[in-house]
């Protein structure tokens, strides 16, 4: 039998993370694409590889320091990954700017939008951005010299700067300087010229025109731009006596984190460029060249720009599950309408305001809710979710926030939440020591009669009223006894001190979330081994765990066909002679960001489906909190496999992974296309039309 453990038949996790936004690079190069969509995409590539650094490289970096020898399962070391990435983020960074500035850049221009160097102004032009720069720029700016007895200043993560080398006239001294670009504060861009001829002035350009002005009586003899990315990975002691103090600690710490990326513009002189590496003790495989804009994420800057909408994609108003619609467009009694049986939401495509935040809502002004508890990981600043639990603790009810503190980039925004939320009562709890919270559940206790009746939502999303339009996310409602006894009993051992002993129907990680996934699996794998029709799909984000891994190796060399639709990393090898070769991994990357996870097995007559937080990462199955549930309703499995069928038929927006690690795009070909977003908004348009006629008569 082969060995399901040789590192040949893994991917390494890192390197398919940048295959992933090579994807989303191609929806920049994809002319099908409105222009402003693909703008968009190379700022989504651009932040997506600045989070990857701080987080992801930064770790291999201190396994490399640490002299910790950390390999995969594709049997890489941390330095051999290092290498790779470095050279493969070359490779794409020369792509993504010569997609900008060699096709999007002039067509933007021929649509009135002109990103513009100085010399390329016309006098009046020029006139009019050095006014600006008098009158609103100099003031921001703050020249430091580097030498003659003064510190390196201190440079912040991801923050552009301009390095100045100056000459002493009377003495031919010669310094670095350093300038901050102050886009937080100004923006990216400086705005010239009409509404229907914008020119757009990179900020950096305007200060690098007007250095004499900062540095009056020397000679400015180069400059050039440059930027830096820090470990802004953190941990926190299992032992912290009061995790919101040690959470803030940490985010000051983060600020300060190591340099793991010096990006140089390619126009900089050696000098300056060596300086800058000698100060900031950087090794060679941490300075990268760059060719163009840096710092492409604020390419957002022009994305949102008023107007354009020929440029844009046409825009998508989520509509309300047929469940949910009342008489003449009102609303319905919620509780009653789950009572009548599971309802299922997919989110863009269905409202997120008029089913789960309907939830919530009916549940504050309801005077038979008894208790209200939800987790929230990632939420919105302006969030009515979080107010509305403000509103029920205020009315007297027993109101339970499980809030992930730890959520990566979210920290400072949670802390202010817990900080309202106990204000006014609301137990504010932050999870179980050693492990983060991924769960997204909300549970309603509502008194009815003599007993007591449990209502669940259970998503594969955050409670975030932003991504619920832009992120594709399954959620289910249910009064279903034995979930709500499952997630009321996994409140209990989130909030207090409880370990059950067995959960009726859902999985719960780091316990029985990997053997339930594996239990699913060799359940299949028997099927089919017994002559029935036996199917495994799955759609996740990411798939990384060996075990999982090797599992599905098995089921293939069973026999079992096995298809995987994973948006991100993928760390399974399909196609592989005698042990993978019935495995078919595709990922869609499009206008939605695919975000649901949904475990399918067919056995036969049978269909499991399971929906929830987590994906196949160790980290999900190891060292998180997290929660899928069966779907026991018919008719919410069968919606379920129907995303699934349209997501595996895509040929628009699709990729496929083959034996050798290559993404290739599908294409129709001379079949139908099959855009599976498309077709969702579609079918969910013709939903509500179908839908209100009936309501209305």
Same mark, same amino acid.
């Given at each position: ?234 941990? !926190? %002691?299992?032992?912290?006596? *009061?995790? =919101?103090?040690?959470?803030?600690? #940490?985010?000051? @710490?983060?600020?300060?984190? $190591? +340099?793991?990326?010096?990006? !140089? %513009?390619?126009?900089?002189? *050696?000098? =300056?460029?060596?300086?800058?590496? #000698?100060?900031? @003790?950087?090794?060679?495989? $941490? +300075? ?9 994420? *604020? ?14 994609? $046409? ?383």
């Amino acid at each position: 039998m082969p060995d399901l453990n040789d590192p040949s038949l893994f991917f390494n996790r890192e390197l398919s993370w940048l295959d992933f936004n090579e994807r989303v690079l191609e929806l920049a190069e994809d002319d099908s694409v409105p222009l402003l969509e693909r703008v968009k995409f190379c700022a989504i590539y651009g932040s997506n590889l600045d989070e990857f650094f701080m987080v992801r490289v930064a770790g291999l970096w201190d396994q490399s320091d640490a002299g910790i020898d950390a390999r995969g399962p594709d049997g890489l070391s941390p330095e051999e990954q290092i290498k790779a990435i470095r050279s493969r983020s070359l490779e794409l960074d020369r792509r993504l700017h010569d997609c900008f500035a060699g096709v999007l850049e002039p067509l933007m221009e021929s649509e009135g939008i002109r990103t513009s160097k100085l010399e390329w102004l016309s006098a009046g032009e020029r006139s009019e951005v050095d006014r600006i720069f008098e009158r609103q720029i100099l003031p921001a700016l703050t020249p430091l010299v580097i030498g003659l007895g003064r510190p390196f200043p201190y440079i912040s993560n991801l923050s552009l700067s301009l390095a100045v080398l100056l000459r002493d006239p009377e003495t031919s001294t010669r310094v670095m300087a350093r300038i901050k670009v102050p886009t937080e504060l100004l923006g990216r861009f400086i705005e010239v010229g009409q509404d229907d001829d914008r020119i757009l002035v990179p900020l950096e350009e305007v200060i690098a025109g007007n250095l004499a002005l900062l540095f009056p009586g020397v000679e400015v003899l180069d400059h050039g731009a440059f930027r830096v990315t820090r470990d802004a990975d953190f941990t !926190i %002691s299992d032992e912290a006596d *009061d995790l =919101l103090e040690a959470v803030q600690n #940490e985010l000051r @710490r983060r600020k300060f984190g $190591e +340099v793991v990326r010096l990006e !140089i %513009s390619e126009n900089m002189i *050696d000098e =300056l460029k060596e300086s800058l590496i #000698e100060v900031l @003790r950087l090794q060679d495989d $941490e +300075v990268f060249i760059s060719a163009g804009l840096l710092g492409m994420a *604020d390419l957002w800057d022009v994305v949102k720009l008023p107007g354009y909408s020929k440029l844009r994609d $046409e825009p998508w108003n989520p509509v309300t599950q047929p469940r949910l619609q009342g008489e003449d467009g009102g609303s319905i009694d919620m509780f009653a309408a789950i009572r009548q049986g599971d309802i299922m939401v997919h989110h863009p495509y269905d409202s997120f305001s008029s089913s789960v935040e309907r939830f919530i809502a009916q549940a504050v002004s309801d005077p038979e809710v008894l208790a209200i508890k939800q987790t929230v990981y990632r939420t919105s600043d302006d969030s009515p979710m979080v107010g509305a639990l403000i509103r029920a603790s205020e009315r007297g009810k027993q109101v339970v926030c499980m809030l992930e503190l730890k959520a990566r980039f979210d920290e400072q925004a949670n802390i202010e939440w817990a900080k309202r939320l106990e204000k006014v009562g609301v137990h504010v709890v932050y999870g179980i020591p050693g492990l983060k919270t991924h769960i997204k559940a909300l549970l309603v206790v509502r008194r009815e009669g003599d007993r007591v009746r449990n209502y669940v939502h259970i998503g594969t999303g955050n409670y975030h009223s932003t991504t619920a339009r832009l992120y594709t996310d399954l959620g289910i409602f249910t009064a279903n006894e034995q979930i709500g006894a499952d997630v009321s009993d996994l409140f209990n051992v989130l909030t207090g001190y409880a370990r059950p002993a067995a959960y009726r129907q859902v999985l719960v990680s780091p316990d029985t979330m990997r053997p339930g996934i594996l239990d699913q699996i060799k359940k299949t794998i028997q099927a089919h081994q017994d002559g029935q029709q036996a199917k495994i799909s799955l759609k996740v984000n990411s798939l990384v765990d060996r075990t999982c891994i090797q599992a599905l190796y098995e089921a293939s060399q069973a026999g079992v066909e096995v298809e995987i639709n994973a948006r991100g990393i993928c760390c399974l090898r399909p196609g592989v002679p005698g042990i993978s070769d019935n495995i078919r991994v595709v990922s869609i990357v499009g206008r939605f960001l695919e975000h649901s996870r949904v475990y399918a097995f067919r056995r036969g007559d049978e269909n499991t489906v399971l929906i929830g937080s987590a994906d196949l990462m160790p980290r999900n199955l190891d060292s998180r909190v997290e929660l899928v549930t069966p779907l026991l309703d018919e008719t919410a499995r069968d919606q379920t496999l129907d995303v699934l069928e349209r997501c595996f038929a895509d040929n628009q927006n699709a990729w496929v992974l083959d034996s050798t690690g290559t993404w290739s795009r599908l294409k129709a070909e001379g079949a139908e296309p099959r855009d599976v977003q498309t077709e969702l908004r579609e079918r969910h348009l013709a939903l509500e039309a179908t839908t209100a006629p009936q309501l209305a008569g």
